[in-house]
């Protein structure tokens, strides 16, 4: 797998650790969206978050990560990514302070601006069904 689909898969796997339990409809929403996002089959998708799991313990992996994607990824790629954590961090219908703030430092770690943060929520949240609450 390319290092920037390990980069992609990396920041997907912090988002749904960041409120440190982890669903299987989350994990679903990640691989669903490695799948649509990377032209991958669910079991490539599952292996390359193997991968990317590993490559998330290591030191400085986030920062490391989102280097890559910050270099590598036109801003359309960064806007989809964008969407793709919010749908991640809406996946169990529970919009956690740890995940707002995970993405929102993310989205500027990315250098996007918060036009792009909350364009990308508001696409995530119209594109997911149920009703989301904020703790």
Known sequence: PSEQRIAMAVLLLEVIRADLRVTGAEIE???SSICRACGLSAEEARQLLGEAEAKRLEKNALNGA???ISSEFSREQKRYLLELLWMVALSDERLERH???LVRKLTRMLDMNHLDFIEAKL???ADS???YRTS
């Open 29 to 31: 929403v990640v691989v």
């Open 66 to 68: 989102t280097r890559v």
């Open 123 to 125: 696409k995530a949240q």
């Open 129 to 131: 069904s149920g009703e």
């Open 99 to 101: 995940e707002d703030s």
